[in-house]
């Protein structure tokens, strides 16, 4: 399974990001009873910080955010476990398969990918950009240093530079901050 896949079956759910035991269970190629059975009986290995079950509420607001099979298929009475990725990774010495394991690689990936994202700054790349522009108009300017060797081409590139310079510096300072990715939680 690509990580890209992994990652649209992570959700934020009372501000930490979690995986819902249906789509575990599918991915580690067992039905979800079967999946949660074996984490009720070593319940000792997930703390709250590691799998909590939704509430009525929780599981209300989410089933309208992401696209569900029919609620028919779970039980009113059992609403989905949530895993965090400590969870998940727990998740693989309880089932103790091959397949466990090979998932669990790729979901912790996913979940890295998906932190790596959020840390970095939109305005790193702006400022890696802005100087090569520089470098560039810079590096055009001394080749042609007489206006009058410098063809039509040339003195579009360097307006053209001048115009992405401008856009950018406009950019960086309305620049706001990166909406979070994945189920928005209700703050009230």
Not at 42 to 63: A, H, K, V, Y
Not at 115 to 141: S, W
């Amino acid at each position: 399974m690509e990580i890209q896949q992994i990652q649209n079956k992570i959700y934020e759910i009372r501000g930490q990001r979690v995986m819902i035991d249906r789509d575990l269970a599918e991915m580690y190629g067992v039905e979800t009873r079967v999946l949660n059975q074996a984490v009720k009986r070593n319940m000792e290995r997930f703390p709250d910080d590691f799998m909590f079950q939704l509430t009525e509420e929780d599981w209300e607001i989410m089933s309208s955010q992401i696209v569900m099979t029919s609620k028919s298929k779970r039980p009113k009475s059992a609403l989905p476990f949530v895993f965090t990725e400590h969870g998940v990774t727990m998740l693989s010495s309880v089932l103790r398969s091959a397949t466990a394991i090979q998932v669990n690689i790729q979901i912790v990936r996913a979940f890295v990918s998906i932190r790596n994202l959020t840390l970095q700054k939109p305005a790193d790349g702006i400022e890696q950009v802005k100087i090569e522009l520089n470098e560039l108009k810079l590096y055009l300017e001394e080749v042609f240093t007489d206006q009058n060797d410098i063809n039509e081409d040339t003195r579009m590139q360097i307006e053209l530079i001048n115009q992405s310079l401008a856009e950018l510096q406009c950019t960086n300072t309305t620049l706001k901050p990166r909406n979070r990715i994945g189920y928005i939680q209700d703050t009230e």
